[in-house]
């Protein structure tokens, strides 16, 4: 049995996970439920690495989506049950944006309302995740699975962060603490409504502001285009800012939230080479020989 990086740090953070039901076992809703349900992920998973089928080759390529999908969804019970709303950090993350600025970001860009860069802002904050994943498809059409392998570790290694984060530092979002401030909801001209109302039923009650997941997500993605080509590079280069200034302007995130996605991305960046080094060793060889001999090649 031989596990990829991802691999290890999936168990790891399920591990985590694991631990934190067990030791808030009454506070969880359904904590059986979810108990269960990661041992049948850990069950699946083993399942796969020690096969050798061509099925479980690209179930543990592709994998690490619906993982951190999941943990997703489970980070907002989490929070809400083990840190409660006395936890909750945006007072202290409105005090921190007003500290530099001298103004609340959100607040005073509503001095400045268009329908026009409202939508189009909303549009682009929408394909966060199949911005993400389109780096991913390209990598896996070019048969390249080696990069392949090392951007999904990248990409996974910063979702997983991410909710470490919002556990840690709980935070809501402008939307819901300056609702009493902002004079107006924002207008778009066609699909903002759609859109918004579809992310929001996505993300739930969720505080999940603290790194900016869209912000540190973006840049990960912006560097792993360049594994696909430096004209998609580019492309992500402008798409990238434009995300840093969505997430603020569309009123889900503080400033400083934007800075802390921004400054984990580039700490993954730096870090991530020497980590998956060490957690891929012994490994990367047969992955290459097992996903030859299976015919993945060809899908």
């Not at 936890?87 to 944006?97: F, G, Q, S, T």
Request: hydrophobic fraction near 55%.
């Amino acid at each position: 049995m031989v596990f990829w990086a991802v691999d290890k740090v999936i168990i790891a953070y399920v591990a985590f996970t694991t631990a934190l039901i067990l030791g808030w076992w009454r506070a969880i809703p359904e904590a059986p439920l979810y108990l269960c349900l990661h041992i049948a992920a850990i069950s699946v998973l083993l399942l796969q690495i020690r096969s050798s089928s061509r099925f479980s080759m690209v179930f543990r390529h592709w994998y690490p989506l619906l993982y951190v999908a999941a943990c997703y969804r489970e980070m907002a019970i989490l929070i809400t049950a083990i840190r409660g709303p006395g936890a909750i950090k945006d007072r202290a993350m409105a005090a921190a944006d007003y500290w530099i600025w001298h103004a609340n970001p959100t607040v005073w860009l509503e001095g400045f309302p268009n329908p026009a860069l409202t939508e189009a802002l909303q549009f682009a904050y929408s394909l966060f995740i199949p911005a993400v994943l389109f780096v991913a498809y390209l990598l896996w059409r070019r048969k390249d699975y080696r990069a392949f392998r090392y951007y999904a570790f990248l990409i996974a290694v910063g979702f997983l962060v991410s909710y470490l984060g919002y556990m840690a530092v709980p935070v809501r979002g402008p939307r819901y603490f300056f609702a009493g401030l902002h004079l107006a909801p924002l207008r778009g001209l066609w699909l903002f409504t759609r859109l918004q109302g579809f992310l929001d039923s996505l993300e739930s009650a969720h505080y999940d502001c603290f790194p900016s997941g869209h912000t540190e997500l973006t840049m990960l993605a912006c560097w792993g285009s360049h594994l696909v080509s430096r004209r998609l590079f580019r492309v992500y280069c402008f798409y990238t800012p434009t995300i840093f200034f969505a997430t603020v302007y569309l009123r889900y995130h503080y400033s400083v939230d934007v800075f802390a996605g921004a400054a984990t991305a580039l700490i993954l960046i730096a870090a991530t080479p020497v980590v998956y080094k060490i957690l891929a060793r012994g490994a990367e060889e047969w992955e290459v020989s097992t996903l030859l001999r299976s015919g993945t090649k060809g899908c």
